[in-house]
């Protein structure tokens, strides 16, 4: 018969001196909130970007010689591997 599960005992944290409880401010709020905006808009404007090269890949468009190319299974741009490496 397996034994019952015990609880793990109760933390205490001893605390010198005065003890402020800790506390989110308004503009912390509004700077996580501004920082998320600005994350998501980042992300769509650059799926979309993403989207549109796909798009014009697959309607014939030629990539323009250089260092540079269009990684279609990672969907990003990268830089040209050197010939002869792996």
């Keep these: 018969m397996p034994r019952p599960a015990r609880k793990p005992p109760e933390r205490v944290v001893a605390i010198k001196g005065n003890y402020q409880p800790d506390t989110i401010t308004q503009s912390q709020l509004v700077r996580g909130a501004e920082l998320q905006a600005a994350a998501w808009l980042a992300e769509k404007d650059a799926r979309e970007y993403v989207q549109g090269i796909e798009l014009r890949i697959k309607q014939g468009a030629g990539i323009e010689p ?8 990672l969907q990003m741009a990268r830089r040209r591997r050197k010939e002869g490496s792996a």
């Design 66 to 73: 250089g260092e540079m190319t269009f990684d279609r299974r």
